[in-house]
């Protein structure tokens, strides 16, 4: 394999890479089956991120005296146990800081392709593609609820594409590995 060790690893593990292709896909069908117990379980991972997050920084806060980290570190601690005790404010709060960034990221793309409209041609793609942030931004500021669930399905999607893309790779590092003789293992 032309003495690359990163593909003849690659091609060496091509079944692990396939199976988190097959977990990806798996993990994509079930959100877009059950949304909401998706979106749930994210905000109870995220409100365990947050609590552990929090109480590290806590603790690395107090032993090193750096009175702001451990502050952070309890502000971490408050949104875990907000998102813990109260999911669906979480769910609508991350919402609204989504739809808000969106917005923001649409009036920016926007405001350039005005100001680029004489140096570029096909800056209406830019303009048009702002626009699509702006719309997707107020309907899931307007609508949390929907908002989430548009959020879930469209997390549910990347992962089937990321999931098929990985086993078309893994597919081709077995058919490479095969190739050459199944002598594929690291250099």
Known sequence: MQNLPVLRALAA????????GVLAILFGVLA????????AVLIILYAAYALV??????????????????LLGLVGVIAGVVA???PLLAAIVLVTIIAIWAIVIGVM????????????EGEWLLALTGALWVLFGAYALF??????LSLVW???TWAIVIGVLELILAFRLRRL???????????
């Open 84 to 86: 813990a005790l109260w």
């Open 109 to 120: 793309e926007i405001v350039t392709a005005i100001r680029l409209r004489n140096e570029i």
């Open 143 to 148: 609508f949390p609820g929907a908002g989430a």
């Open 32 to 39: 877009w089956l059950w949304p909401g117990m998706t979106l």
């Open 53 to 70: 997050d929090g109480v590290m920084g806590i603790v690395v806060g107090i032993r090193g005296r750096n009175w702001g980290y451990a």
């Open 177 to 187: 590995a095969h190739h050459h003789g199944g002598t594929t293992a690291p250099a």
């Open 154 to 156: 469209l997390i549910g």
């Open 13 to 20: 593990n091509w079944g692990a890479i396939a199976l988190r």
